[in-house]
Antibody, heavy 121, light 111 residues
Framework: EVQLLESGGGLVQPGGSLRLSCTGS????????MSWVRQAPGMGLEWVSG????????NYADSVKGRFTLSRDNSKNTLSLQMNSLRADDTAMYYC??????????????WGQGTLVTVSS | HSVLTQPPSASGTPGQRVTISCSGS????????VNWYQQLPGTAPKLLMY???QRPSGVPDRFSGSKSGTSASLAISGLQSEDEADYYC????????????FGGGTKLTVL
């Protein structure tokens, strides 16, 4: 059974940084592209960033480009999202998700339970 | 505002059939397949339908999907109380909106 466990969320001041992690188990982590999708309180889903299976290709939503950096360590089955220059509108539940195959162009498949990021002074 | 347009709400009584629409453009639905996600209250989204009309294992055949041109639909027949949830369509987008775009979500209420 695919399991994705997110961590690293919390309260941070505007302009601050936070690093989210997602650890996968129950599947061959290195065979699948991964993404982060966020959901602001009471709002819909927004894709944030994705990375291919070997980490060679990363994509970002315009809203986070230049501020967020996505990486993965396949030896540790871990996906990481470094978030800098955080703003109030980055406040959201952040979900880690697998894609159906090695490229971000495959549909999002399994999802973690999420980690909450709150940006506030 | 979302790139894909969904009605904010839908409703039906147990046993009824309801449909949820998702409207896009040539750069997204018009060129790529559509996926649907179900989000039960207080939980993470779950894949409900992929490649327009394919159900993952475990999803009842009461759920069906279709796509035509730049629009897609999710149909739920034999509505049950446990179907009450938020439903989101999603697809790849070739324009600057992308690459992945979601609809704004439809809250389904079972009356």
């Amino acid at each position: 059974e695919v399991q994705l466990l997110e961590s690293g969320g919390g309260l941070v001041q505007p302009g601050g940084s936070l690093r989210l992690s997602c650890t996968g188990s129950g599947f061959t982590f290195s065979n699948y592209a991964m993404s982060w999708v966020r959901q602001a309180p009471g709002m819909g889903l927004e894709w944030v960033s994705g990375i291919s299976d070997r980490g060679g290709t990363t994509n970002y939503a315009d809203s986070v480009k230049g501020r967020f950096t996505l990486s993965r360590d396949n030896s540790k089955n871990t996906l990481s999202l470094q978030m800098n220059s955080l703003r109030a509108d980055d406040t959201a539940m952040y979900y880690c998700a697998t894609h159906y195959g090695g490229y971000v162009s495959y549909h999002l498949d399994s999802w973690g339970q999420g980690t909450l990021v709150t940006v506030s002074s | 505002h979302s790139v894909l347009t969904q009605p904010p709400s839908a409703s039906g009584t147990p046993g009824q059939r309801v449909t949820i629409s998702c409207s896009g453009s040539n750069s997204n639905i018009g060129s790529h397949t559509v996926n649907w996600y179900q989000q039960l209250p207080g939980t993470a989204p779950k894949l409900l339908m992929y490649t327009n009309n394919q159900r993952p294992s475990g999803v009842p055949d009461r759920f069906s999907g279709s796509k035509s041109g730049t629009s897609a639909s999710l149909a739920i027949s034999g509505l049950q109380s446990e179907d009450e949830a938020d439903y989101y369509c999603a697809t790849w987008d070739d324009s600057l909106n992308g690459p992945w775009v979601f609809g704004g979500g439809t809250k389904l209420t079972v009356l």
